[in-house]
């Protein structure tokens, strides 16, 4: 099934072809320093760009989306952390990276990968690992999404620091019901829905990076519905349901 509605949250997805910015949080705040030092930029290794978030999961590896690192050579990548200022950071080079073996891009399943850093982190009250989610998440709890870029949309500027919001998941069965009927398929039973409220939510390039719920990653943001921010649901890879094939790829 080839669909035409969907947007990555690192890039554009299925057939879109127009060129849109990349984005991040929309509605949300500036991060104040160490506030989560989990929280890793994926750059473009030659331009210095971010293009993904990610988490620090051990002292080598890092969590993020499928479809932000499909099609990637490792040396092509590096790892930033430390930082809640875009322009600034520790560097990584990445060696390894592991995309799950069942990721579909054109139903956005599976949408997890791993990522290894060549150097192990140096933790310390602005880097630290965070814990991988083990426990089902139903709705009615409440979670934080972090990322970095552009506070509103459409915009060819991101902002430079780290931003934050607070978010709602919803139930599943919620989650499709309030998706138009050709993408219900798309929130699949191993993802997680969240919701804030009009002109607040997820946009372009925050895939990868962390939904927390207390000291744990509970999911990785994967797609939206276009135009950001528009009153849908973000959908998310649930960290749980693949959490052992985290462990199976990584030192954990």
Not at 140 to 145: A, D, E, I, L, Q
């Given at each position: 099934m080839k669909l035409s509605v969907v947007i990555f949250l690192g890039c554009i997805a299925l057939s879109w072809a127009a060129s849109i910015p990349e984005g991040r949080i929309i509605g949300g705040q500036d991060a104040s320093p160490g506030q989560f030092p989990h929280m890793v930029s994926l750059r473009n290794a030659t331009t210095g760009m971010h293009f993904c978030g990610g988490s620090i999961i051990s002292i080598r590896w890092v969590?993020?989306?499928?479809?932000?690192?499909d099609g990637r050579v490792a040396s092509a990548v590096h790892a930033i952390v430390g930082t809640i200022n875009r322009l600034d950071g520790v560097l990584h080079h990445v060696s390894q990276i592991i995309d799950h073996e069942g990721y579909n891009a054109n139903i956005l399943s599976n949408d997890i990968s791993v990522v290894q850093v060549a150097t192990p982190f140096v933790l310390n009250n602005y880097v630290s690992i965070i814990g991988v989610g083990s426990a089902h998440i139903g709705g009615?709890?409440?979670?934080?999404?972090s990322g970095w870029g552009q506070d509103e949309q459409p915009s060819d500027t991101a902002p430079i620091w780290l931003q934050w919001l607070s978010v709602n998941i919803i139930t599943n069965e919620q989650c499709r019901d309030d998706m138009p009927p050709v993408i219900r398929l798309m929130v699949h039973d191993n993802t997680i829905c969240s919701f804030a409220s009009l002109g607040q939510g997820l946009c372009f390039g925050d895939s990868g990076g962390p939904l927390i719920v207390g000291n744990t990653v509970v999911g990785i943001p994967s797609w939206v519905f276009p135009g950001c921010a528009q009153g849908r649901p973000d959908v998310y890879a649930r960290v749980s349901s693949h959490r052992d094939w985290i462990y199976a790829n990584t030192d954990l």
């Open positions: 969590l993020s989306a499928a479809h932000c690192t009615g709890v409440t979670g934080t999404v």
